[in-house]
């Protein structure tokens, strides 16, 4: 077993995989200050971690696409809290497919108000899925499917990870003894 299957990490993240193009619980461990390992919960050998590399982004747009593929993991609604799901609302939902259960973002399409008690709600909602699967389509979904979706600085190893990213990308190269607007114009060029 590697060392790294035993460490300590905090699961307190999701990201957005480029295989299944869900959402999954994921922690993420920076090393060698040029390395950022994310770890999937529930899948704790390193074997099916994904690694980048400081040297894998050539711009800064590739390092800002992946900075907006984490968030803050999302929190399940409480059966008391159906009344904060209204129409319009992006959540994140399980999209249910043959075996796989899997997290993709769905806007609250319609709901289904029933009168229930605190402990056990029994309304319904439509979700429209917006990537995924079931891109496009309209799915009905219940309380327990439904995640609330939460805001949050963004996580400081990745916050880390891309400053270090972008350093590499200002490292000295002969254009740069230009000026920096000479530097524009070159760039745009080649
Ligand atoms: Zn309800």
Redesign the pocket.
């Known amino acids: 077993m590697a060392v790294l299957d035993d460490i300590e990490v905090d699961y307190d993240l999701e990201y957005l995989t480029n295989k299944d193009a869900a959402w999954f619980t994921c922690a993420v461990v920076l090393e060698d200050q040029n390395h950022l390992r994310v770890k999937f919960e529930g899948f704790a050998h390193s074997f099916h971690d994904e690694v980048f590399s400081v040297t894998d982004f050539s711009t800064h747009r590739d390092i800002e696409q992946l900075i907006h593929k984490f968030r803050p993991v999302s929190k399940p609604v409480e059966d008391n809290e159906?009344s904060r799901l209204t129409e319009g609302m992006l959540v994140c939902a399980i999209y249910r497919r043959h075996d796989e259960v899997l997290y993709y973002d769905a806007i609250v399409d319609a709901v289904l108000?029933?009168e229930?008690t605190p402990e056990k709600?029994?309304?319904s909602y439509l979700l429209c899925w917006q990537h995924g699967p079931g891109e496009g389509t309209l799915t009905k979904a219940s309380?327990e499917d439904i995640c609330f979706i939460v805001d949050g600085d963004i996580h400081p190893k990745i916050a880390e990870f891309a400053n270090l990213v972008k350093q590499q990308l200002k490292v000295p190269s002969v254009e740069s003894q230009a000026s920096s607007s000479v530097n524009v114009i070159m760039m745009r060029f080649y």
């Open positions: 159906c108000y029933v229930h709600c029994v309304c309380i």
